[in-house]
C-alpha cells in the first residue's frame, strides 16, 4: 500500500494494525495535510448488511465534534472495494504503549480518565456505544490530550460474528459482564472498560 494513491490520499506509510485493520499514515493531496487512513479487513464489509450498519455507524460517530474523540474525515471505498476510514491524524502514542513503558502518576491516569469519560459522556448523550474502551483505542497527543479512537467498529465486528468460533467480540481485559454474555450493551459496558 505505500506509495499508492487512493483517492486524494497518498498513503505514506504503515502506522500500525491489528484485527480490526490495518492503518496508515497518508497526505491528504487536496489539503495538505497529514491524515491516518484505516483499511477494515475485507471480511467486516463483505456482506452487505454489515456493510450498511458499519455505514451508519461511521456516519453517527462523523457527527461527534470533542476534543476527547478522534475526528472522523470520510469513509471510502478503493477500486478494489476495501473500505477505509480517513481520520485525523494526531502526534503521540496509545494509552497502551505509554503504560507498557511504566506506571503512571497519579495525576496523570486522573486526567487521562477524565478525558475519556468526557468524549465517552459526549457520545452516550448522542446514542452511541463505543464497545471496545481499551488502551490501545486511547491515543495520547504530544498536547497532552487523550483521544478516543475506533467508535463504532466494535459493533460492527459483533454484529457480524466474524470469529471461527461465533464468540462474542471485544478484549476479554475490558468486557463488560453482559457484553461476555453476549447480551445488548449500553453506555455501562463502556463505563466498566474505562
Not at 491516518?36 to 455507524?57: M, Q
Not at 480517513?86 to 502514542?93: C, F, K, T, V
Not at 464468540?167 to 453506555?187: F, H, I, K, N, S
Request: proline residues 3%; contains cysteine.
Amino acid at each position: 500500500m505505500i506509495g499508492r494513491t487512493v483517492g486524494h490520499y497518498r498513503i505514506l506509510e504503515r502506522l500500525g494494525g491489528g484485527g480490526m485493520g490495518v492503518v496508515y499514515k497518508a497526505e491528504d493531496t487536496k489539503l495538505g495535510r497529514m491524515v491516518a487512513l484505516k483499511f477494515l479487513p475485507p471480511e467486516l464489509t463483505r456482506d452487505a448488511d454489515a456493510k450498511s450498519r458499519f455505514l451508519r455507524e461511521a456516519r453517527a460517530a462523523s457527527l461527534l465534534d470533542h476534543s476527547n474523540i478522534c475526528t472522523i474525515y470520510e469513509i471510502g471505498e478503493t477500486e478494489d472495494e476495501q473500505t477505509f476510514i480517513a481520520m485525523a491524524r494526531y502526534d503521540g502514542e496509545t494509552l497502551k504503549a505509554r503504560i507498557e513503558r511504566g506506571p503512571l502518576e497519579i495525576d496523570d491516569a486522573l486526567k487521562i480518565a477524565e478525558q475519556v469519560a468526557r468524549g465517552l459522556g459526549v457520545a452516550h448523550e448522542a446514542g452511541i456505544v463505543h464497545r471496545d474502551i481499551k488502551p490501545s483505542n486511547v491515543m495520547l497527543t504530544t498536547k497532552g490530550v487523550a483521544k478516543i479512537l475506533d467508535f463504532g467498529l466494535a459493533k460492527l465486528a459483533g454484529a457480524t460474528h466474524i470469529t471461527q468460533s461465533k464468540a462474542t467480540l471485544g478484549t476479554l481485559a475490558y468486557m463488560a459482564p453482559e457484553q461476555l454474555r453476549g447480551d445488548a450493551v449500553g453506555a455501562q459496558a463502556d463505563l466498566w472498560a474505562l
